[in-house]
């Protein structure tokens, strides 16, 4: 089972990855974005997620948001700039939160947007911190989903909102389909994807009410072939690293692996990318 410092090591890992493929040093986002007939181009849709989960949640100025596994805190910065909130991004890898503290200082938003080394199933805020726990591409991770949404729910104000966009598998794979889901999830240490019925259940376990969700597979395509572009150009020094590298991690080993998997599966049908939205009552 991948801990919490494995995750935190595959962050520094791949970082070289997303700087060159992501465009991360302008994008400051490591999550497949949202196309829509608004965007362009690659940046654009980056930033459209934020937009679109943002609009989704109803956020409002001035309202206090926890971005759980915020990254080098683009959404966060974007929080803050577009809606006018008063952000707290939390991160496993202590690398990503001073860059995005320093990135908040530079911009002049260090009042309002600050970063933190964190777990979010054990964040240690006070109850009812946050109108909003938000997250993107960060609660796969969790290997127990329900104890993130125990932590959501403690730290949410009665009427928050809870707002994710993430990957999960379909429901009653053949096995060698959940093995390869499975394959998938381990290079980018995630121990698996839940369903989204496996997670609307825990939802209600934890009390949250009036869940809504939305397949927003079509609006990460472009991204995801993006990515699969990516693993040819990515193979031969892929082959090469693990050649001069024997002692390497398996992640180290497997990292460029999973910018095939990943569209091989989304194309098998194997996974949707959703957006659910929960309220605490």
Known sequence: MFTNEDVSKYYDLSEAHYRRVWDLDNSRSLHYGYWDDSVKNFHEALLNINKVLADHAEIKSGEKVLDAGCGLGGSSIWLTRERNCDVTGISLNERQVDKANRIAKDLGLADKVMFEQKDYTCTLYPPASFDVVWAIESVCYAHDKGAFLKEAHRVLKPGGRLIIADFFKCENLEQEDADLVKKWANG??????????????????????????????????????????????????????????????????????????QYKTLKMGLWKYQIVKAMKM
């Open 188 to 261: 980018w240490a995630v121990n698996d994807f839940s369903t989204i019925e496996e997670f609307g259940l825990k939802l209600r376990e934890n009390d949250f009410r009036n869940i809504n969700t939305i397949d927003a597979t079509a609006a990460i395509v472009p991204s995801a072939k993006k990515l699969y572009r990516a693993y040819f150009i990515g193979a031969i020094g892929a082959r090469l690293y693990r050649l001069f590298n024997p002692h390497a991690t398996v992640l180290g080993k497997n990292n460029v692996t999973n910018a095939y998997l």
